[in-house]
């Protein structure tokens, strides 16, 4: 409560010495940057003036996602911060001559390690809500367990555990929170789940507990440009990120759909050029960007996997034919690298041995936690708009 209050407390005093006022505002779905500068009169050179690279991150603006505007006491933009991915944001601002200009940043938060215990009244779920006023994390608990355990056992007084890390930016919870190690007893009997090797969840016996196959777009071709989730560049003096993988593939080139799923957009994604779009499971979405020509598949279609979707192409901002495949989880940008072909599999060998370290010091935290009874932290609901005149 006091981390909240100290940065609220700083936010409040740098809009008090601007004399501006904070609006936390929604993307809305279909909203194109470009759309978004006309609409706030920000001149659209701003992006016309960006090199390849950087016009392709602003197709990166995901829907639903809460970004912030800051305003004079005229109503004038002073300052907009657009996340793009958990770790980097599109800045728009006045510089010394008073004119709008763009820049990546950092996305500023804090990470804080998080620890709680309690007894099942009504459901794993539901608790969770209650006792935190985070349904976040609720929903993230029960995706981890990922369906190995059945609750209608569970008896009132049943004991939960978790250890998990959350993000604080601007004294409110930021992007995805991340699960160590959990514990649900079910009639006293406990189920114990672990992170390990790649953001997977194994059961104490070492068993992966959820995997969702992926094959490679486009087969064995050259990566021309591989993931960076957003480094300064030491050459260039700014933040350079690229969400997703280049494959270098002629013009042509059939693209298979990675994974099963549902397609939910196919058209122009500013400079990505001609982009498809497939949801698979609750999780999971996958984008391949420039492609030449469409496959047969429409928005809302189903897809399996290995179909083909689309074909190689150079549309947008490209320089030559190769397709942009992208991954998001939870509608986070994620290394496709690390997810291409995994399978259910039970650890052998070093990794286990590792494993069954990771395991011991886990259950032993969560013992003390239970034993100290840990209480969460209700979080606070803040007003979308601060003002300070």
């Not at 087969?219 to 933040?239: A, T």
Request: proline share 3%; aromatic share 10%.
């Amino acid at each position: 409560m006091k981390k909240i209050i100290l940065i609220a407390f700083v936010l409040m005093n740098f809009l008090y010495a601007k004399n501006l006022k904070m609006d936390e505002l929604v993307w809305e779905k279909g909203e194109s940057f470009l759309i978004f500068l006309q609409k706030n009169s920000i001149p659209l050179s701003i992006y016309h003036n960006l090199d390849k690279e950087d016009k392709e991150l602003t197709a990166e603006i995901i829907a639903g996602i809460k970004y912030q505007i800051l305003k004079d006491e005229n109503d004038n933009i002073e300052q907009v911060l657009i996340p793009i991915s958990e770790e980097l944001q599109i800045q728009i601002y006045k510089n010394e001559n008073d004119e709008y200009a763009i820049t990546f940043t950092p996305v500023s938060y804090k990470i804080e390690d998080m620890k709680l215990t309690f007894k099942v009244q009504k459901s794993v779920y539901q608790d969770i809500v209650d006792v935190t006023q985070n349904s976040k994390l609720a929903s993230a608990v029960l995706k981890a367990y990922s369906g190995s355990i059945n609750y209608r056992g569970m008896k009132k007084e049943d004991k939960v555990a978790i250890i998990y890390t959350q993000k604080r930016r601007l004294g409110k919870l930021y992007g995805d929170l991340d699960i160590k190690a959990a514990m649900v007893e079910v009639n006293k009997k406990p189920y114990y789940i672990f992170k390990f090797s790649d953001d997977e969840f194994y059961d104490e016996n070492g068993r992966q507990l959820q995997s969702y196959a992926f094959i490679l777009p486009v087969g064995n071709v050259r990566v021309s440009s591989p993931f960076n989730p957003g480094r300064f560049h030491p050459i260039l003096k700014k933040y350079r990120a690229h969400l997703g993988i280049d494959y270098a593939a002629p013009t042509g080139t059939p693209i298979k759909a990675a994974a099963s799923g549902k397609v939910t957009f196919r058209g122009v994604k500013g400079g990505y050029g001609n982009v498809i779009q497939i949801t698979h499971n609750s999780e999971y979405m996958t984008l391949y960007a420039h492609v030449s020509r469409f496959g047969k598949f429409k928005n809302g279609d189903s897809v399996k996997q290995g179909q083909i979707i689309a074909y190689v192409g150079t549309t947008g901002l490209s320089t030559g034919p190769h397709l942009h495949f992208g991954m998001y989880k939870n509608n986070k940008a994620i290394n496709p690298a690390k997810v291409v072909k995994v399978v259910t599999e039970k650890l052998n060998g070093k990794e286990k041995n590792k494993f069954k370290e990771l395991s011991k010091e886990c259950i032993n935290e969560i013992q003390n936690i239970i034993k100290n009874d840990l209480k969460p932290i209700k979080e606070e609901n803040f007003e979308n708009i601060v003002e300070l005149n």
